[in-house]
């Protein structure tokens, strides 16, 4: 299916890059171990070529190529839990995670339902996570998936604790307010039973206490678990300072745990040295600038960019 894999690693992180790549698009996934692939492995899959969302934190936010096909969206789990996890056959890892938050908006490509009823089939221990910047589109579909395959999770990236900082942060305009977030979450844990996760990225600006109580008035702990993601470079080789972003979200997430919720915090290996992290598709910025026939500006191109240093000046 593919023309060309490159594979790059920090062997000292344990985690993997995979860059595919097809005649009009580049795709990236990561590959965790958390300590073995047998105890639990985890692989971040991408659903698009670039993204129309924009988000300004995201390498790929620039630039829209295409939706993938669902045996696009399959074929880079096949490829990597088949040939590329050392000996393990992938039905025995106790733990493994496939989640679709490497490139791409999945609310945004309906190929995902039949991706995961393949990749349930395949892998039917395997828990799916849908990861989304939520852009107001109909999410019966993603309920209807949730309830028919049962090892689906939903998390909602917020981000920001108001409308104002987070449409600064994402600039796609159809996307759902946090109201409207916090009311989709309920109808996918009234459907399926299930407790979907929000997702926020602590920085200097948005960790005070009344960052905490502006998302306890819309986000019910019985309802909503969070995660805390530090935030990573968008840029390749730029100062991450990701011992300082790590920092920050280990505080906001004790804040977060005081008020009710279960909290986990988010730290992806490697975006030092390999673009592992949120965003960071280094890979698949380069090929983007050498393939301009195929690329598109999505809505966050020619805006400022937003880097992680810069987070806790703005
Ligand atoms: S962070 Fe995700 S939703 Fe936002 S532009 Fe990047 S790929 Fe798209």
């Keep these: ?34 300590p073995t692939y047998e105890e639990r492995t985890v692989l971040c899959i991408s659903t698009m070529c670039g993204c129309p969302m924009g988000c300004r934190f995201c390498g790929t936010g620039d630039y829209f190529v295409r939706n993938l096909t669902a045996e696009e969206i399959v074929g880079q789990a096949e490829y990597i839990l088949e040939s590329q996890i050392e000996g393990v056959n992938p039905r025995d890892i106790k733990k493994l995670q496939i989640m679709v938050m490497s490139m791409g908006e999945p609310a945004l490509n309906k190929n995902l339902a039949k991706a995961f009823e393949i990749l349930y089939e395949k892998y039917p221990g395997a828990a799916l996570l849908i ?7 109909d999410y019966e579909w993603i309920r209807e998936l949730s309830v028919q395959i049962p090892t689906v999770g939903l998390q909602f990236s917020i981000h920001e604790s108001t409308d104002e900082a987070r449409n600064a942060l994402i600039p ?12 989709e979450g309920e109808l996918w844990n009234k459907a399926t039973g299930r407790k979907p996760f929000f997702n926020y990225c602590a920085h200097d600006n948005n960790d005070k206490p009344e960052d905490v109580q502006r ?31 790590r920092d920050l ?4 997430s004790s804040k977060l745990v005081e008020v009710g919720y279960n909290v986990r915090v988010f730290d ?47």
């Excluded at 593919?2 to 990561?30: L, P, R």
């Excluded at 990861?131 to 589109?137: E, G, H, Q």
């Excluded at 979200?249 to 906001?252: I, P, R």
């Design 249 to 252: 979200a280990v505080e906001f």
């Design 268 to 314: 992806p290996a490697g975006q030092d040295t390999i673009g592992g992290g949120c965003g960071q598709l280094w890979y698949v910025q380069d090929w983007m600038k050498e393939n301009s026939e195929y690329v598109k500006p999505s809505v966050g191109c020619g805006l400022k960019k937003i880097h992680a240093p810069m987070l806790e000046k703005a």
């Design 172 to 183: 796609f305009k159809a996307k759902m307010n946090l109201e409207d977030i916090a009311k």
């Design 131 to 137: 990861s989304s910047s939520a852009p107001k589109v």
């Design 215 to 245: 998302i306890l008035n819309l986000f019910n702990p019985k309802v909503w678990e969070a995660t805390v993601s530090v935030i990573c470079e968008r840029e390749a080789h730029a100062e991450a300072r990701n011992d300082y972003q």
């Design 1 to 34: 299916m593919w023309k060309k894999i490159n594979v790059f690693e920090d062997q000292k992180e344990h985690v993997k890059k995979y860059v595919f790549e097809k005649e009009d698009i580049a795709i990236e996934s990561v590959l965790y171990k958390y």
